[in-house]
């Protein structure tokens, strides 16, 4: 570890008026673990864009192994030996897991077309190859129940590791992880440290990392980077770094609180309170035995449940469990195999999303699904489309840059230069801005830090409050959906296991140990972890 792999040196990015990176120097040393932590808009995945090749810094040069990444072309960057993952995972979604898995391995051939046309032996030699390292990568990561399924139908987590195993199948000596464990639950977080460990261990590769969750910074990690405004704020092990007094302010905020937040945000409310538009006071949803598949795969199995006008209702559950599949059924995307949902006295069944959309209902999806190549105030008025009423559209367009002040500054900003937690506020903003009676909210706090995510919530409870709107949520962070939310259900195999108020679902013992991650989750991880040490 004492030979640097990868140096970058004042490195500085402008996007017009925004100076996303200022002036950031670190060196990643061979064979450890390095950490981009900070709040979101720190610049951190634009780091990674620049390592990429994906950016191209306004100045500061970047050196792999001593070579400059100037000259290399975007595609070029694998070929060296450098994968990475994306903070919104980028698979081929209708292709298998062995299939994206394969894709990885295409810069390791170097088979002519001709070859290839005739599968010569010295191509069926390679395809042997490429098969043997992706069952190796599949048995690493244990991927073997998943290996034939369609990514479209996988739980975000096991998507995640996918991602990650197509990453390892073009054999990088750098591996750039962006939010590993954005999504995850307690036990899939430990499974990612446990991976991280393997992957630097028993491969000998190097690591350069994104992420929040600090407890899974400082279990894998050597040295942290902490960054703020584009700028390098604090350099050394993670126990130093989190303990700086300006790292604690600038990405924990004041997280101490989370019982208070919905308190906070009603006085907000209550001190910027308008007149609710009617047609928004009279939002209901009901679905009834609702059931829904990808392909053979059933996702949810007889769901009911019901939404009261003016209320924020909230889904829990493991990865995988089906909650995204509700919010998708409801809003059209995917047609229910059997049962029916009811909006504000209508039968929506399987209707057109776009009808959907203009009856009041609004998805805000997971991963955000912004216009990258439009920018902030087109995406806004991608919301509108449907709208004729332009004066209620300006009115409403105020109302989205008072509650996100920096998407008023952004507004003439291409939405794809923004940081994840931007684009969360930019997708949440175009729901409100198609006027809905309810909105379907799906991983608001996806890839966001602590404090950002305290805002984000708090914003959600006045939109609730002051727009009068209904809120559907679906949400990993339990302890936070269960404090904003009013009442709750819990999901488990497709299936709706428990449906309570929040105040009462919170103090179930199911719900501290299973979504909570109070009790055996760490012991989970720690079997697995023995079992695996055993396997070896």
Known sequence: MSQPLLSARNLSVRFGGVLAVNDVSFDVKQGEVFTLI????????????????????????????????????????????????????????????????????????????????LFLPKVREAERQTRRKVEEIIDLLELHHYRDAHVAGLPYGVRKVVELGRALCTEPRLL????????????????????????????????????????????????????????????????????????????????????????????????????????????????????????????????SLQVQ???????????????????????????????????QGEDITARDPALIVQRGLVHVPEGREVFSLLSVHDNLMMGAYTRTDRDAVARDLEVVYNYFPILRERARQDAGLLSGGQQQMLAISRAILAGPAMILLDEPSLGLSPRLTKEIFEIVVRINRELGTTILLVEQNANMALNVADHGYVLEN????????????????DIKEFYLGMKEAGARGDHRWKKKKTWR
């Open 38 to 117: 900070g709040p979101n808009g720190a610049g951190k995945t634009t780091v990674f864009n620049l390592i990429s090749r994906i950016y191209t810094p306004t100045s500061g040069t970047i050196e792999f192994d001593g070579q400059p990444l100037d000259v290399v072309a975007p595609y070029g960057v694998a070929n060296l030996g450098i994968a990475r993952t994306f903070q919104n995972i980028e698979l081929f979604e209708h292709a298998t897991v062995l299939q994206n898995l394969l894709i990885g391995r295409h810069i390791r051939r170097n088979t002519s077309v001709w070859s290839e046309m």
């Open 494 to 509: 497709g299936r709706i296991v428990m449906d309570d108020s929040c105040d009462r679902l919170r103090e179930k013992d």
């Open 309 to 343: 006008p003016g209320q924020i209702a909230t889904v829990l559950g493991s990865n995988g469990a089906g909650k995204s599949t509700i919010l998708k059924t409801i809003s059209g995307i995917i047609d229910p195999a059997k049962g029916s949902i009811v909006f």
């Open 176 to 303: 750039l992880l962006d939010e590993p464990s954005s999504g995850l639950n307690v036990e899939e977080t430990g499974d990612m440290a446990f991976w991280i460990e393997d992957i630097r261990r028993d491969l000998g590769i190097t690591i350069l990392m994104v992420e929040h969750d600090m407890g899974l910074v400082s279990k894998v990690s050597d040295r942290v980077l902490a960054m703020n405004q584009g700028a390098v704020l604090a350099l050394g092990d993670p126990a130093a770094v989190q303990a700086d007094p300006g790292v604690i302010e600038a990405y924990l905020g004041t997280m101490d609180n989370v019982a208070s937040l919905r308190r906070t945000a009603e006085v907000k409310a209550c001190a910027t309170a308008q007149p609710v538009a009617p047609a928004r006071l009279h939002s209901s949803l009901q679905l009834n035995n609702v059931e829904s598949a990808y392909g053979p795969i059933k996702a949810i199995r007889g769901i």
